[in-house]
């Protein structure tokens, strides 16, 4: 059965904001590597458009900077499932729209072969969380306390176990921890 893999950027203090993160080469070849060892990506409308909106630009225009390129063609290349109740359709390669809950759909993609599901949309993280179905947490933590924002662990219903599985440290400061949840 695959897993599913809640994989995002956060502040030291919790909140989900992308421009407040480092996006250095690093955390480039690092989400690319995560990329290029999953089977497919889940978002909700929100992150898949603003995604959308700039990816597929730097596969046609590269930008030279070799990281960034690189994480467009993954981007490009992994199947993307978005959440939406008011997109109609979806125009980027590899994208469907889920015609399922998000329940339902996690549930079908996780009994498919093939290599782990990554979630990367804060919504979607919540709605799992609540569901029981992720399994794993690899969390980026930035050292920027933003002071606002949308906090990742919003709207919990019930306290969740995790066991620390391993850490990777990148030279900015930014920490990546990979939690396991103890069921």
Request: net charge neutral.
């Amino acid at each position: 059965m695959r897993k599913v893999i809640a994989a995002i950027n956060m502040t030291l203090d919790g909140y989900c904001d992308h421009t407040e993160g480092i996006a250095d080469d690093e955390i480039h070849q690092h989400y690319t590597e995560l990329l290029r060892h999953s089977g497919a990506v889940l978002y909700g409308r929100i992150t898949y458009q603003l995604m959308e909106s700039y990816w597929p630009n730097v596969v046609k225009n590269p930008t030279g900077n070799k990281t960034m390129d690189e994480f467009a063609v993954a981007m490009e290349n992994i199947p993307k499932v978005a959440f939406s109740h008011t997109l109609k359709n979806v125009e980027w390669a590899n994208a469907t729209l889920a015609k399922r809950s998000i329940e339902e759909e996690v549930a079908v993609l996780k009994q498919q072969p093939g290599k782990d599901i990554l979630v990367g949309s804060r919504s979607l993280i919540i709605t799992l969380m609540n569901s029981n179905l992720v399994d794993e947490f690899q969390l980026c933590v930035h050292p920027i306390i933003a002071g606002k924002g949308l906090p990742l662990f919003a709207n919990i219903n019930d306290r969740i176990m995790l066991r620390l599985i391993k850490t990777k440290t990148f030279s900015a400061g930014v920490v990546a921890f990979y939690y396991e949840l103890h069921r």
